[in-house]
C-alpha cells in the first residue's frame, strides 16, 4: 500500500500493514541544502527539494509545503521576516499597528495573483508532480482567530479579543475568514490534501470553553464553509484541547485531530473512537534532550495506546532544529516497528 492508501485505511478503519507515520520537519530544509534560511526559503523549487530529500531519508509518510506561518502575514502586507538559520521565521513587520489600521486593512481579491504566493505554488507544483499520487501533501492554514496575532501581535489582539471593541474585533474576523477561505481553497486546488488548520484559540489553554462556543467556532465555521472539512486536521499547536473534541465534531465536521503531548491520549482516543482519526505526538521539545532509547520508548508507549482499534496515526508537533538527527531517526523507526499492524 501507498502512504496515501494507507493513511485513507487508518482514517476509515480498513486494514493496512501499519499506522500512518507523519514527521513535520518544515525549518530543517535550509540545512539540508545548505544555504541560509533566507534564501532557502525565497525560492519554491528549494522548499520542494528539501522537503523530497527528508523524506527519501528518513522514510516517513507525508511530504510538507508548509515554508513558514509568516508567509501569511506577508500576503497580507508584512514587509520584513526576521529569518534565523537555527530556528523558525518571524514577522518583524506588524501590517496592523493600531485599531484605526483594521478599517484600512483589506484583503486582496485573489491572493494567488501576490508575489509572496508564487513560492508556494512552485513547491507545491513539484511535490505534486513528484509523489501526489503516493504520499500525503500537508499545507498550513492559520485559523481566522489565530491570524490576527501575526498581524498586529499576540498582547494586542488578545485585548482586542476579550475586550473590544467588539465591532472592530469583528470587522477584522470577517476579514481574517475572508482570506482563510481563498489561502484553503487555492492550496487544495494545487494539491494539498492535508490542511493542517492551526487554531490555538481553539483550546481551552487559552480561552474559555464558552469563548470557543460562543465567539471562536462560529468563525471557524465560517472558514471551513464554502470548501468543507475533508482533509482538515484540528491542530491547537501544542495546546491540549480534548474538552472540545466533542464540540469540534458537532460544530465543525473535522475528524483529524492532533492531539496534544500534554493531553491524555488514552481518552482522547476514548473520545474520538472510531469517528475520526486520532494522531498520537510526541513531545519533541523534550527530544532535544532525550536519547536516542528515551525517544523509542515514548513512542512504543503512543503507538501502543493508540494503535488499538486502528483510526491512529504517530507524529511529532513542529520538530525544533535543536534536535539531534539521532533522535529523530529513532522516532521514525520506532513507529515503523511498533506500528505494525499485521
Known amino acids: 500500500m501507498t502512504p496515501l492508501e494507507i493513511l485513507s485505511a487508518a482514517t476509515t478503519g480498513s486494514p493496512a500493514p501499519r499506522i500512518p507515520i507523519f514527521c513535520n520537519l518544515p525549518d530543517h530544509g535550509a540545512r539540508e541544502l545548505a544555504m541560509p534560511a533566507k534564501e532557502y526559503f525565497s525560492k519554491g523549487e528549494y522548499v520542494a527539494d528539501a522537503q523530497l530529500r527528508m523524506r527519501r531519508r528518513y522514510g516517513y509518510d507525508n511530504i510538507w509545503a508548509l515554508h513558514y506561518v ?15 538559520d537555527d530556528g523558525v521565521p518571524n514577522v518583524a513587520d506588524f ?16 491572493i494567488t495573483q501576490d508575489p509572496a504566493w508564487q513560492p508556494i505554488a512552485d ?16 499545507a498550513y492554514i492559520t485559523a481566522s482567530t489565530t491570524l490576527p ?11 482586542l479579543f476579550l475586550l473590544g471593541p467588539f465591532d ?23 494539491g494539498a490534501n492535508v490542511l493542517i488548520y492551526s487554531t490555538p484559540f481553539g483550546s481551552p489553554y487559552f480561552v474559555s470553553r464558552k469563548q470557543i462556543e460562543q465567539i471562536v467556532m462560529p468563525w471557524m465555521r465560517r472558514d471551513l464553509v464554502p470548501g468543507g472539512s475533508e482533509g482538515v486536521v484540528y491542530y491547537c499547536g501544542m495546546a491540549p484541547f480534548n474538552d472540545v473534541i466533542d464540540l469540534v ?48 520508548a515514548e513512542v512504543q508507549r503512543i503507538v501502543e495506546i493508540g494503535k488499538t482499534g486502528g483510526h491512529f496515526l504517530f507524529g511529532n508537533g513542529v520538530m525544533p ?6 533522535n529523530i531517526q529513532a522516532m521514525v523507526a520506532a513507529a515503523f516497528e511498533y506500528g505494525r499492524l499485521q
Open 321 to 326: 532544529m535543536a534536535v539531534p538527527e539521532v
Open 95 to 110: 501590517v496592523i499597528k493600531n485599531l484605526d489600521d483594521i478599517a484600512k486593512f483589506e484583503i486582496p481579491a485573489d
Open 149 to 159: 496575532a501575526i498581524l498586529m501581535g499576540m498582547d494586542k489582539w488578545m485585548e
Open 249 to 296: 465534531f458537532h460544530e465543525l465536521h473535522i475528524k483529524t485531530h492532533h492531539i496534544s503531548p500534554l493531553a491524555d491520549l488514552a481518552e482522547a482516543k476514548r473520545l474520538i473512537n472510531t469517528r475520526g482519526l486520532t494522531c498520537g505526538v510526541i513531545d519533541d521539545i523534550k527530544m532535544i534532550h532525550w536519547s536516542a532509547e528515551q525517544t523509542r
Open 168 to 190: 472592530v474585533r469583528d470587522e477584522l474576523l470577517r476579514k481574517c475568514s475572508d482570506f482563510c477561505q481563498q489561502e484553503i481553497a487555492a492550496l487544495r486546488a494545487l
Open 70 to 84: 509568516g508567509k501569511e502575514a506577508e500576503l497580507l502586507g508584512c514587509r520584513e521576516i526576521l529569518f534565523a
Open 123 to 138: 513547491s507545491l507544483q513539484i511535490l505534486q508532480s513528484e509523489v501526489g499520487a503516493t504520499h500525503p501533501i500537508c
